[in-house]
């Protein structure tokens, strides 16, 4: 019965981008960790389960962080007068060596998996570094948490620091395999996901070792793809046979299909690359405080979530400099705004709700049925106090929702749950 | 010697807007609320003043917000789907009908009062409402705050709603004298400004009759300008004369010269009232949050900066919907990568010390010598704890400061000071 219960609140939630579902003082079950839905009224068949009333607080799902770095956590808001190559040469890199030491690692990841742990965040996907070690002891950390996260051990053999770069494909895909080998199946909330740091730093011959592990393992994907001109500009001169970016990864069997990808930015997709991603089900990481750090630009997030292609938001810590998944809703909406007033009038700005949908449900597809509290969904909520928000009228459910994306802290989440289990619970808990 | 001590901690001030000072282990001087500077060491002559050692953490000007309406307030974060002028009529007019009910002026602007206090803000120019009740009892809640802050009550004559539109020009003008008469010089640290609230709101005869009202009480002023593309077409067919929106101002006397004007956003200024801004010294107050979430656009403030004209940052509560200057300068910086981006590639970004000039020395200027610990300024500052920001490698102070701007919380904020009172002091306080 651990995992069965009723939450009594304000309950919010997405069921497409457009339909933001509210239920006022209502009951969200939860049975063996996954929801049964939401009601007005106790239904008679879950008379019986334990109550749990949270007042007049708001129960949102749990947020869903498509993309962000562990080793740079520590490195948030710090070289952000950079562009993308010359930040990693210049701040990413030097901090990712240090996870070489293992008391380093130790004290820099348990720093990160507690403010992870803190965050409405309850599912991420997660870059480490090539060390495989400390990969391992984050792996530890994260599922001590009890999130749900895919964690990778970063490949890079090419046009990397010496002491970042694997010594060749073989090397870098026999470790990979090893790390694999221990990893998988041996947490419970945590999976080793395929991690190709990103097109420039990666041989073919790499990168076809790794299309053949996620075969064999049946693993998912994640990576980099025009992000930022610089990059791309370099991507053209190193595959020039390919026909996109993206195409340069799919030729490897490392954008979607069979096991999921998720590709971070798609800042400067061209429309192949964005029809490719389309017919692959390739998932978009939209990382808008990323891109506008490192000068990247602004992501058509309008355009690919018209067209139907999974997207979910990432922090990308520390590209983005905050944790907050509601901080990136908050700047998916404010960029998508300058967007249309300065690049192209013809994509509308992302609303509240279509923003809450990124953060919730849209990265949720990535894990499954997550991001929602509709049946059949895998029971993660967030309870949030937003008492410090009110006004002295009173406030409809939504407006509630637009204030808490813009404006919550982490203080303000009281109780969090992954798959039915309390995570978190926080001090004037109800 | 209530006013008159030292404080030892990381002090750090800006000179320029490109010099940042950082004195780490240093005593800044407070002698009678007046700064004497900060030294390494005691100075002889300083030997008896008590000294507060605020340990490890950063000591920095108290911040300065140039541009804000009080009684949006409670609308931070809503209805930021609309622009400028569709928002006015949805949003903040009808919010601002309310402030005729005293009972709910007092409770939303004791809120405010409160959230203004335990902010980093040590001064701020403020707009009320056309209310004149509930504009002096703003103005004593905040003068109870020990903040210095210019407050206005708003005029406006003309394109507004009924019930916030003054009958005609005479009686505004009647109404403001009397509010002057009775507010200048009753306050400690709360000061009356002139605030026509923009140039559609209020007729050729209010302005003129404003400017005859500053100068006879030699009064400062505060307005909108050149915000959005809308407003601008609508100034261009309502003062068809005036060779800019600034000009339309400048013609009343409402645009600097003898007593300082600060013009909220310039966004889409010409470059004749660029040159107008310059002639007269008029203050622009920089609210890059308020433009980018009312679709506003991205002000040049590179180009401000860079030719002198004097300028500070306004969260523009509620068209900016963090209450907070140190988001208001993150954005700052994050909005001027994009405009370079998107728009002009011929303006740089602004730096974190360029930020952290306009949020303190910069918008202080407004307030005579204001926003910096040299010899002569007012004795305004904030303690930050910012240990939840710390590294398990040694950062330097202005790595610190970077992540203060882009990562602290009201919460981090343990002492704050104006004029060398004491004004707020948080649990843990040093």
Same mark, same amino acid.
């Given at each position: ?10 309950? @919010? ?28 009224? @106790? ?15 708001? %129960? ?6 498509? /993309? ?44 990160? $998996? ?10 991420? *996907? ?66 080793? @996901? ?21 075969? &064999? ?29 993206? /195409? ?16 971070? /930015? *798609? ?6 690359? %964005? ?25 058509? $997030? ?6 139907? @292609? ?10 983005? /400099? ?10 998916? %909406? ?35 049925? $997550? ?12 309870? %949030? ?17 637009? &204030? ?11 109780? &969090? ?14």
């Amino acid at each position: 019965m651990e995992r069965s219960f009723l939450l009594r609140g304000n309950v @919010i939630w997405s069921e497409t981008p457009r339909k933001l579902a509210a239920a006022p003082r209502s009951y969200a079950v939860c049975l063996d960790g996954v929801s049964m839905g939401v009601f007005p009224e @106790i239904p008679e068949r879950y008379r019986n389960l334990p109550l749990l009333d949270c007042g007049d607080s708001l %129960i949102l799902p749990g947020l869903v962080d498509l /993309h962000l770095h562990a080793p740079q956590y520590h490195n948030r808001a710090l070289g952000l007068d950079l562009e993308l190559l010359e930040w990693l040469g210049r701040v990413t890199y030097p901090e990712e060596t240090r996870f070489s030491d293992s008391a380093y690692a130790e004290r820099a990841y348990s720093d990160f $998996a507690q403010a992870l742990k803190q965050s409405a965040t309850t599912r991420a *996907c997660i870059y480490a570094t090539v060390h495989t070690e400390a990969t391992r002891r984050l792996m530890e950390l994260l599922d001590e948490t009890g999130l749900c996260c895919f964690v990778g051990r970063v490949n890079m053999d090419r046009n990397a620091p010496d002491n970042l770069c694997e010594a060749d494909a073989e090397t870098a895909l026999r470790e990979t395999e090893r790390w694999i080998e221990d990893t998988l199946g041996r947490y419970r909330n945590v999976k080793p @996901i395929l991690t190709p740091r990103f097109l420039p730093a990666c041989s073919e011959k790499l990168l076809a070792g790794l299309g053949a592990l996620r075969e &064999k393992y049946r693993l998912p994907v994640q990576s980099h793809l025009s992000e930022n001109t610089g990059e791309v500009a370099w991507v053209k001169q190193l595959a020039p046979d390919s026909q996109s970016y993206g /195409h340069a990864y799919d030729r490897f069997g490392l954008f979607g299909g069979d096991y999921p990808a998720v590709m971070a /930015h *798609c800042v400067h997709s061209t429309p192949e690359e %964005i029809d490719l991603m389309e017919r692959r089900g390739v998932f978009i990481a939209h990382c808008p405080q990323s891109n506008t750090n490192l000068g990247s630009g602004i992501a058509p $997030a309008r355009l690919y979530l018209d067209r139907g @292609i999974p997207m979910g938001l990432g922090t990308d810590i520390s590209g983005g /400099h905050s944790l907050s998944v509601f901080r990136t809703a908050e700047e998916a %909406i404010s960029v998508s705004k300058l967007r249309r007033r300065l690049l192209d009038d013809s994509l509308r700005p992302l609303t509240a709700p279509e923003a809450f949908y990124l953060a919730t449900k849209g990265g949720g597809a990535f894990f499954g049925k $997550a991001g929602s509290f509709e049946e059949g969904y895998r029971f993660d909520a967030v309870v %949030i106090d937003d008492g410090r928000l009110a006004a002295p009228r009173e406030l409809t459910l939504s407006e509630r929702l637009e &204030k808490v994306l813009f404006l919550s802290e982490d203080r303000d989440i009281r109780l &969090k749950y992954v798959d039915g289990l309390c995570v978190l619970q926080q001090e004037e808990a109800v």
